[in-house]
């Protein structure tokens, strides 16, 4: 089969395992205590006017984005419930959630999902405004000013990443994201579904959305010069209100770069990106690329038996 003609997954890591997407359903598999693999299985339902609004530039990428987080959190979920627990506590562990009263429980943990990507947004957008602010003295103009903005948002942004980097779970979920980009690579490139041949392969992916976050520092440049930095109040005003132009605009980059990563003149157009997963993802280990590849490989079983069923209906 050609690259061309292959179907499109996406996929995230989580703690101990890798989420992927297909058209109809999501999987996740994560390594348990006792170093079994265990599977998260959700089928994909897409409301019709959602449906429709992805198909319309500039607005999909937004809507792909909430869909991404609200869907990303139940398999997180999922992740951080199980993957410390001894399976032989598995029952006991069902109930004592039941009875706890988390917001998670009360607003839903799709709706919180997209809650903690909104506050995360609010936040790296409002404090580079801030900062800037405090440069006016010295940088006065609009210009200057939006770029000490992105400045301060790339700096913020790289820092964060590196710091939760240095922690030992975040480690470990940046391998599973390493893992993940590895087969998904491997799927691609039509190389076998091993171990062995996924590990060959880069640990880096044109489509991935660490690349998304750092366009929408570059597309924020742009899209800035289209307002006034000042007054403080309409500045703030300004950026909150240009949040889905900046997430639509970064979500078609990020799509013209995928297309353009195998021409050999204009590939270099995603490098940004793919130099930010230097910081996002980590070589993985034989064992983490195992469960990735289970993971991917229980989505394309379930993908197929769909494919399967709908021929027989038809």
Sequence with gaps: MKKSMKPVYGGQAVV????????KHYVTAI???DKTIEYFRLPRKEHPTLKALKKIPFIRGVVAIFEAS?????HLQFSTDRYDIDPKDDATMAEKQRNESKLAMILGVAVVGVLSFLFGKFLFTLIPVFLAELTRPVFSSNLAQIIVESFFKLVLLLAYIYFISLTPLVKRVFQYHGAEHKVINAFE????????SVQKQS?????????????TVIVGVFVY???PTEPLWLRIANRLALIPVVLGISFEVLQLTNKLRHIPVL???GYPGLWLQLLTTKEPTDDQVEVAIAS?????????NNEAEAKEVV
């Design 189 to 196: 490139n039509n190389e076998p579904l091993t171990v062995e």
């Design 203 to 215: 640990r880096l992916h044109y489509r991935c959305g660490s690349s998304f976050i750092l366009f």
């Design 31 to 33: 390594r348990r205590k």
């Design 225 to 227: 010069m289209a307002v």
């Design 296 to 304: 991917f490989k229980e989505l394309l079983r379930l993908e197929e």
């Design 267 to 269: 590939r270099c157009f």
């Design 16 to 23: 101990e395992g890798v989420m992927f997407a297909g058209k």
């Design 70 to 74: 609200a869907n990303g959190s139940k």
